[in-house]
């Protein structure tokens, strides 16, 4: 009796963390520094990280200077993450919630529609991505007559990629089921299986070249013109928090399973610099090793299944879905999630939302959307940057400069309307980006349609600058404006919830 006295609220509390609510301390808190290392380093070690080198290196840099600016980008992150993960520990709140104590609980919205928007996009091309490397290894396996046998449904789909596709999102859909509690088990299982992927693609580029003929051969590729090395490297330190700025705003979607800032902060520090620079330099050995061997470069992981045994590459192709399909759930869907529950939170619920969220998905159409060999949709989601990185310059301003650390928990619970402050701050930060912003979504040759400063200012500090620019703005608003009520902790009971 006494044992099921002790579960009953346990599990209750497990049940508690699929709502907006505060997280409740115990039970629910299981996401010790560990954890949270893990999740980091499974979402650090992905195909996106793999392939990043690419571009930075052809910006004209080095293999050490690439690895030493985005060393510096990294360091960053987690200075900006464990500084926006402090509110999720502290109240056990999530991103929605978080937002409104800077925006107002109607101008939070701007916050988690767009962010919800760009993960829920994100979150289409990883699952094509996915979808696209089992069926490539199947192809390998069984020829592609086998698989294009069942009909075409245009220039980019055919049925068997289709279905691949629906299949890949149904897995993700027994993930929501199954909800936020099960995800620890999850990541202890996927994160063996990325590491010895990685060290094991590692062993092959050992093997197809020398250490330094790989590492020279990985610095032949023909540079772009982007200006001057200063701000090349800026532009790799830039893409490395841009690229993570998205969770930069929602981390507290995670940290708010964490028992202690100490946690937050020491699994962040292990699990994302040393993960990414690695699984980085690893992705720019490979290149080289293969130029050298085959005279191809080959940067995506995908593409070593072609030069495996095809059985060897349907096995790597279904680890790299699982491990993909792990970085989808806590990267691009917990947080849409949560966005869409925002919207109702008394009658959205979690898994509801997150069979929309996977719908939409499948909506986007990722083979059409992501086709082209420059996509105007992912240069999008990559200048995106720039506006959640005003978002989050406003949070940090408004959380530890104006606030010290303290939050009203009913207050973020009641109606508060809009903060204008906050809006105007995040059109001020990004506002200088935007030319650079359009240049680069509609030029793609060497001459830009605006002056060298506007496309340097974008491709080498978008994110970072606007994260500066708009958190100065808000606190220069603040001074002019204050707010009529001055905010304190306060005690918080589930009947103020809305």
């Not at 089921?177 to 590491?195: A, D, E, F, R, T």
């Not at 400069?401 to 508060?416: F, Q, V």
Request: aromatic residues 12%; contains cysteine; neutral net charge.
């Amino acid at each position: 009796l006494t044992q099921e006295l002790l579960v009953q609220p346990a599990m209750a509390a497990m049940e508690g963390v699929e709502d907006l609510e505060p997280t409740p301390e115990g039970a629910a808190r299981t996401w010790t520094w560990s954890v949270f290392a893990g999740a980091w380093a499974t979402m650090m070690v992905n195909a996106g990280t793999f392939s990043s080198g690419a571009a930075v290196l052809s910006l004209g840099l080095s293999v050490p200077e690439t690895l030493f600016a985005q060393s510096i980008g990294t360091v960053l992150l987690v200075i900006g993450l464990t500084l926006n993960a402090a509110a999720g520990v502290k109240y056990g709140i999530p991103f929605p919630v978080f937002a409104r104590s800077s925006f107002g609980s109607a101008g939070a919205h701007f916050c988690t529609l767009s962010r919800g928007a760009v993960a829920i996009m994100w979150l289409s091309f990883q699952s094509w991505q996915g979808a696209l490397g089992i069926y490539t290894s199947l192809e390998n396996l069984l020829g592609s007559s086998s698989l294009e046998g069942w009909g075409h449904l245009g220039k980019h789909l055919n049925v068997s990629k289709l279905l691949i596709f629906i299949l890949y999102l149904a897995v993700h859909a027994l993930l929501i089921h199954l909800g936020p509690s099960k995800l620890k088990k999850c990541i202890y299982l996927v994160l063996p299986v990325v590491i010895l992927g990685i060290l094991g693609i590692a062993i092959w580029a050992a093997f197809l070249a020398s250490f330094q003929e790989a590492l020279e051969a990985a610095e032949e590729r023909p540079p772009m013109s982007i200006g001057s090395k200063t701000v090349a490297f800026m532009a790799a330190v830039n893409s490395s928090i841009g690229t993570w700025s998205t969770l930069l705003l929602n981390v507290c979607d995670l940290s708010r399973f964490s028992p202690t800032q100490k946690d937050q902060v020491l699994g962040q520090s292990f699990g994302i610099p040393v993960p990414f620079v690695l699984t980085l330099f690893i992705g720019m050995w490979l290149a080289g090793a293969t130029t050298v061997a085959y005279g191809k470069a080959v940067w995506q992981i995908p593409e070593c299944f072609a030069y495996w045994h095809p059985v060897v590459s349907v096995v790597a192709a279904i680890l790299l879905a699982l491990s993909s399909l792990l970085v989808n759930v806590l990267a691009n869907i917990i947080s849409p999630i949560n966005d869409l529950m925002n919207l109702a939170p008394k009658t959205f619920t979690y898994r509801g939302c997150g069979y929309v969220v996977l719908i939409l998905s499948l909506l986007v159409c990722p083979w059409w959307t992501f086709s082209g060999k420059v996509s105007f949709v992912l240069n999008f989601l990559t200048g995106y940057a720039m506006i959640t990185g005003a978002i989050a310059g406003v949070f940090l301003a408004d959380y530890w400069i104006l606030k010290k650390g303290c939050l009203d928990l009913n207050e973020l619970y009641s109606s508060t309307g809009v903060n204008w402050k906050a809006l105007l701050s995040v059109f001020l930060g990004a506002a200088p980006c935007m030319p650079g912003f359009i240049n680069a979504l509609l030029v793609h040759g060497e001459e830009n349609l605006v002056s060298p400063f506007w496309a340097h200012l974008y491709s080498g500090g978008s994110c970072l600058f606007s994260l500066g620019a708009s958190g100065i703005a808000y606190l220069i608003l603040s001074s002019f404006f204050e707010s009529k009520k001055s905010l304190k902790e306060t005690d918080f009971t589930s009947e103020t919830a809305i």
